[in-house]
């Protein structure tokens, strides 16, 4: 009779982590660059023109054959924070592991579990389209060369700052498009933190986030910011284009006020430099 | 010479007529119509956010979209897809979505501009959401992104 309630309790314990999952999913924005135009959500498929050749994102359904069925825990895990394959390759930096790897082991376990519960669904994956002179062997290098030990993140006294640098530069990955890139792809964040960039993923120039009041948003306040994270608006009456109206639609309209309140927050602390 | 003279004053006219209609005028006609969709947009929602309070001026602006995009579709020609425009082609090749997706916004406006009159919070609110789903909606479909 005692194993009742236990059972219970247990499915209780995983529909809480599901949700969980699925939270951070969303904050993660994985749907917008993991599905196609008008495709399967998480299928892959999505194209990412660079400098550096098209990229395709891959599917990340539980298909045992084209997704990641077949992946365990620790090896989501390993991908999505260090950018490493199962069978050891190296990713493009493309796939933002470069900011994933500040994610929580546990926050990056629960949306492997929350993939894992999902329909899978079949769907081959798409060579990358690369520039003549890059190789995915390159890629070991790249990671040795630019993947500093990482440094934890600066701890302010204001909790609601720090959720918010959280979900701006290990979740949401802003900087992956709203941080200029050096000659070799990685992000300028010592100088150049948020301010935009020539060659975003459409391969159109995307918009300088920090404080700046010319270049940058520094004119908006918290709440402009809040209401552009829920709505796609932007105080001009205007809406966001391209990828960034799948980040609203997918990621940052699906949190809670009280996250967005926090990205808004932490937004508003950012030093104010002039776009590159 | 008559007949000259009338077929002189007919060219000259065909030709008045033609620049009127010329794609460029159009192309910036429609550029206008939609930067003051935008600002009547951009002001409701300074008052819904509660950030300024003029008295009276939150009808004014629903009125004023539901006026502005009563007939959007129209704002898009055959041939003024060309030159300084953001519009896709996708607006001619996928005409009927289009015009659908036109017609969600000139409904949600007007629906905005009744909830208005209304008067009810909620409702005010839930509509002002929709009129901005149809504007992000139609964007993301058929217009190029800012650069």
């Not at chain 1, 247990?10 to 969303?26: C, K, P």
């Not at chain 1, 390993?78 to 790897?101: E, M, N, Q």
């Not at chain 1, 960039?197 to 986030?209: E, L, M, R, Y």
């Not at chain 2, 460029?24 to 951009?42: D, L, P, V, W």
Request: proline residues 5%; glycine residues 10%; contains cysteine.
């Amino acid at each position: 009779m005692l194993r009742w309630p236990a059972l219970v309790l247990l499915a209780a314990v995983s529909v809480a982590q599901a949700t969980d999952g699925e939270y951070l999913l969303n904050a993660a924005g994985c749907v917008a660059c993991h599905t196609a135009e008008g495709g399967r959500p998480l299928a892959g498929g999505r194209a990412f023109v660079t400098p550096y050749g098209t990229f395709y994102s891959p599917n990340i359904t539980p298909d045992r054959e084209t997704g990641i069925g077949t992946w365990s825990r620790a090896q989501f895990v390993a991908a999505l924070k260090h950018g490493t394959s199962p069978d050891g390759v190296a990713y493009f930096p493309v796939f933002p592991y470069t900011s994933y790897r500040l994610m929580s082991d546990q926050d990056a376990g629960a949306i492997h579990d929350h993939l894992q519960s999902l329909e899978p669904y079949q769907q081959q994956n798409r060579e990358h389209d690369l520039a003549w002179w890059l190789g995915r062997w390159m890629m070991k290098l790249w990671q040795w060369w630019n993947l500093d030990p990482l440094v934890p993140m600066p701890v302010t006294k204001d909790p609601m700052i720090n959720r918010g640098r959280y979900l701006v530069d290990a979740l949401g990955h802003c900087g992956e498009c709203h941080t200029p890139r050096n000659w070799s792809g990685v992000m300028v964040r010592q100088s150049h933190y948020l301010a935009g960039s020539k060659q975003g993923p459409d391969g159109d120039a995307v918009p300088n986030i920090t404080t700046d009041r010319s270049n940058g948003i520094g004119k908006w306040d918290a709440d402009d910011l809040q209401y552009f994270l829920e709505t796609g608006a932007l105080p001009n009456g205007d809406y966001a284009g391209g990828l960034m109206t799948d980040v609203i639609d997918n990621s940052t309209s699906k949190l809670t006020a009280a996250d967005r309140k926090a990205m808004a927050a932490y937004l508003k602390t950012v030093p104010a430099v002039a776009t590159p | 010479m008559k007949t000259g003279a009338i077929a002189i004053a007919a060219l000259l006219s065909l030709t008045s007529l033609a620049h009127a209609d010329e794609p460029e005028n159009f192309i910036k006609y429609r550029q206008s119509m939609m930067t003051a969709i935008g600002g009547h947009n951009g002001a409701a929602s300074q008052i819904l956010r509660g950030k300024v309070a003029p008295p009276g001026h939150l009808a004014m602006h629903a009125n004023a979209l539901r006026d502005l995009a009563s007939d959007l579709a129209a704002l898009f020609p055959e041939g003024s897809d060309f030159g300084e425009t953001k519009a896709k082609a996708e607006i001619w090749s996928d005409w009927s979505g289009f015009e659908k997706a036109a017609g969600d916004s000139k409904t949600a406006t007007a629906a905005f501009a009744e909830a208005v009159a209304g008067g009810d919070a909620g409702n005010i609110e839930a509509a002002f959401k929709q009129v901005g789903e149809t504007c992000k909606g139609c964007h993301k479909t058929y217009r190029e992104k800012d650069d």
